[in-house]
């Protein structure tokens, strides 16, 4: 992009100033055209590549310097000075728009589900769609927070987060590597050393900003803490463990 900007920058400077002429400011015995020093306002993020450029094209006839950032200061005759002005102004409106990278917030709930009719935990309230869905197929279940983590990661970077209970240690990992309007590709990892049955997990997806989408769901199991329960001493062992995952694109498509 930068490569391209100076091309089209040298291209448009070289014909802004092949138009201008000095022979309206030559002294009267023909000596040379009066000099002039001006300071001129430009974008800041293309600075340097306007100096570049315009250095490359006066050449010789002027010279360019960058007093500060979204400053440039041309020393050239006086009867250049206009169309400089103008090519530089031009140019500005060439000027690529940097965009701030699309930023995410990603919420991750682990759920248990217990067997039989029962009250959901008021949490999950708003994942009332998606939980009904998983009834529908597994028969009576209700359903309560195991955890719920949320993250903010922007297009590009990846992240993840360490959680543990009891000195055993869980790990949400995730990476958005494209946001496209409100959909957004996501790749999501789990690791959980408290396994009660879903101990790892790893996919990518595409997912709809504001969307809740069950990812992984496996037949509950024991904690780790039982090696090899005898019967009944596990009580802690759920129906069902969900991992549950929510994208908000939080800056507005383009």
């Not at 590549?49 to 007093?67: D, H, R």
């Not at 922007?154 to 309007?181: C, N, W, Y």
């Not at 969307?211 to 329960?229: D, E, I, N, R």
Request: proline residues 6%.
């Amino acid at each position: 992009m930068k490569h391209a900007f100076r091309l089209i920058a040298a291209a448009s400077l070289a014909v802004g100033l092949a138009a201008c002429t000095v022979s309206g400011d030559d002294h009267s015995d023909g000596g040379a055209a009066a000099m002039t020093l001006k300071i001129y306002a430009v974008p800041q993020a293309q600075t340097d590549q306007l100096s570049e450029s315009l250095g490359k094209a006066l050449g010789k006839t002027a010279n360019v310097t960058v007093p500060a950032s979204g400053k440039l200061l041309v020393y050239a005759p006086a009867g250049a000075q206009n169309s400089i002005g103008a090519a530089i102004t031009s140019l500005g409106k060439l000027a690529p728009v940097e965009r701030a990278p699309a930023q995410v917030e990603l919420h991750f709930w682990v759920v248990d589900a217990q067997s039989g009719a029962g009250v959901d935990d008021a949490a999950l309230k708003p994942l009332a769609s998606a939980l009904d869905a998983v009834r529908q197929n597994m028969g009576p279940l209700h359903f309560q927070v195991a955890q719920a983590v949320t993250a903010i990661t922007s297009m590009g970077h990846d992240g993840s987060l360490k959680t543990g209970t009891l000195g055993i240690p869980r790990g949400f990992g995730f990476e958005v590597h494209a946001v496209q309007d409100n959909t957004i590709d996501l790749s999501v990892s789990y690791d959980d050393r408290g396994q009660l049955s879903l101990a790892q997990f790893e996919t990518r997806i595409a997912v709809q900003s504001g969307h809740y989408v069950v990812l992984a769901q496996a037949p509950g199991g024991c904690s780790v803490t039982f090696t090899s329960p005898p019967p009944g001493a596990c009580p802690d062992k759920p129906a069902l463990r969900l991992l549950i995952v929510r994208a908000d694109r939080l800056n507005p498509a383009a």
